[in-house]
């Protein structure tokens, strides 16, 4: 069992290091039939090597966590593949999985998501339109890049960054 736990927590540090490398944490606009707008948390690792991304999604089989793989071309036709893990259950149990292993800014985005994804949770109707909490939580995830890898928490609501101030000590 002891080697079992050491296994997995050797896959979540190799699965996060695949994230800070190679993969991307956002939030995902869209816009719905009768404008309805939508957001959906999504993380996403993007690779030439399939064996790679077979064994990304090995590990997210062996964490319970579902994904799906997309393979593409670049302008010089060779493949390239991408496997998403989206929506809020998803991405609720992978980031704090990752979050202690992230290095890069995208550490500070995954902390943002979850606190979107936790606040979007709290509201007694999750079918509710959008709140200014939410718009301004998207809003700093487009923030976070490698220049500015840490924005201000200022201007963060106080329930969300209660939220990613919990995750952080954990």
């Known amino acids: 069992m002891r080697n079992q ?38 993380t996403m690792i993007a690779n030439r090597d399939i064996c790679v991304i077979d064994r990304v999604r090995a590990v997210l089989v062996r964490l319970g966590i579902g994904s799906y793989t997309q393979e593409r071309k670049t302008a010089k036709g060779n493949p390239i593949f991408n496997i998403y893990i989206s929506g809020f259950k998803r991405c609720k149990k992978l980031l704090p999985l990752i979050i202690p292993h992230l290095s890069s800014y995208k550490r500070e985005r995954a902390l943002t998501v979850l606190a979107f994804i ?16 939410e718009h301004k939580l998207y809003e700093r995830v487009k923030a976070i890049t490698v220049d500015n890898p840490s924005p201000p928490r200022d201007q963060m609501p106080s329930a969300a960054l209660a939220v990613m101030l919990e995750s952080e000590l954990a």
Do not use: F
């Open 5 to 42: 736990q050491r296994s997995l927590d050797c896959d979540i540090g190799w699965l996060a290091g695949m994230i800070d490398g190679d993969g991307c944490i956002h939030i995902h606009y869209q816009t719905r039939r009768g404008n309805k707008l939508q957001y959906q948390p999504k």
């Open 118 to 133: 936790a606040y979007r949770e709290s509201l007694p109707n999750c079918k509710s339109p959008y709140s200014d909490v």
